[in-house]
C-alpha cells in the first residue's frame, strides 16, 4: 500500500490521472474500474483535458462501473449511466459497446449480478480499479458489515449513505434504498487499486482503513491486503493519520513517484 498525500484535491486528481495515463500508455487496451460521486471528478476532469490536448487514447479501453442505484433509469439525472456519460463518456474517444455499467433497472438482478461478474472475466480482468470511500469506510456499496469476501449483487444503504447522498437529490426520501454494486471481493481481484479521498469528512475513514484493523465494519480496509494498492488523498483527508511524517518521508524517497 502506498499512500500519497498532495496539497489539493485538484492535485490529488492530476496525480490520479497520470497513473490511469501510464496504465493506458503501457496497455492501450486496458480495463478500467469507474467510480461515481463527487470524489473522482476531478479526475475525470483532467482526463477529458488529456484527452483533447495531449491525446491520451480510449479507443480501446474497456470500462466497468462499480455500482448503481436500483429503481433510476439510465437517464435519470441522478443515476449513475446519466452522471459518467456527462462527465466522462461524452467527452472521450471510448467506443459505447466497450462502457459496463450495472443495471437499476434489470427484471433479473440475481442473473445480471452473475453476468456482470462473468464479463469481467471474459475482459481480462480489470487492470486499475479507481474507488472513492464513504464517511463509513464504505467502497463502493459494500457498506459496513459487508463480506470482505463479496461478490457483484444488491445491496441495502446504510442510512448514512443515504444521508451523505441526499444533496444529490431533491429530498432525502428520493434517494434510493436499495443499489447493485462489485463486492469487496470483485475489487480486491483487480490488479491495480487507486482509491481517492478529499476533505476532513474523510480523514476518519481514510485513517481507519489505511491503519486500522481489517474488518468488515470498514470495508476499505480490506485493501490492506491487496498487493498494489494507492490511497491518493489531500491534506484534509489525511488529517487523522498517525503514520503521516513516514507517509511523506517514502514519497520525498520514491524514485519514481507518480
Known sequence: MEIIIQPTAEEMSRVAARVVAKTLYAKPNAVIGLATGSTPLGLYRELVRMHKEEGLDFSQVTTF???????????????????????????????QQNIYIPSGTTDNYEAFCQWY?????????????????????????????????????IK?????????????????????????????????????????????????????????????MITASALQLHPNTLFIVDQ?????????????WIQEKMPDAP
Open 65 to 95: 462501473n462499480l455500482d448503481e442505484y436500483v429503481g433510476l433509469r439510465q437517464k435519470h439525472p441522478q443515476s449513475y449511466h446519466y452522471f459518467m456519460h456527462e462527465n466522462l463518456f461524452k467527452h472521450i474517444n471510448i467506443p
Open 156 to 216: 441495502t444503504l446504510a442510512r448514512q449513505t443515504i444521508q451523505d447522498n441526499a444533496r444529490f437529490f431533491d429530498k432525502i426520501e428520493d434517494v434510493p434504498v436499495y443499489a447493485i454494486t462489485m463486492g469487496v471481493g470483485t475489487i480486491m481481484e483487480a490488479r491495480k487499486v487507486i482509491l481517492l479521498a478529499n476533505g476532513g469528512n474523510k480523514a476518519a475513514a481514510v485513517a481507519a482503513a489505511i491503519e486500522g484493523p481489517v474488518t468488515s
Open 236 to 248: 484534509e483527508a489525511a488529517g487523522d493519520l498517525k503514520m503521516r511524517d513516514y507517509y511523506d
Open 117 to 153: 461478474e462473468r464479463r469481467i472475466v471474459e475482459c481480462g480482468g480489470i487492470d486499475l480499479q479507481i474507488l472513492g470511500i464513504g464517511s463509513d469506510g464504505h467502497i463502493a456499496f459494500n457498506e459496513p458489515t459487508s463480506s470482505l469476501g463479496s461478490r457483484t449483487r
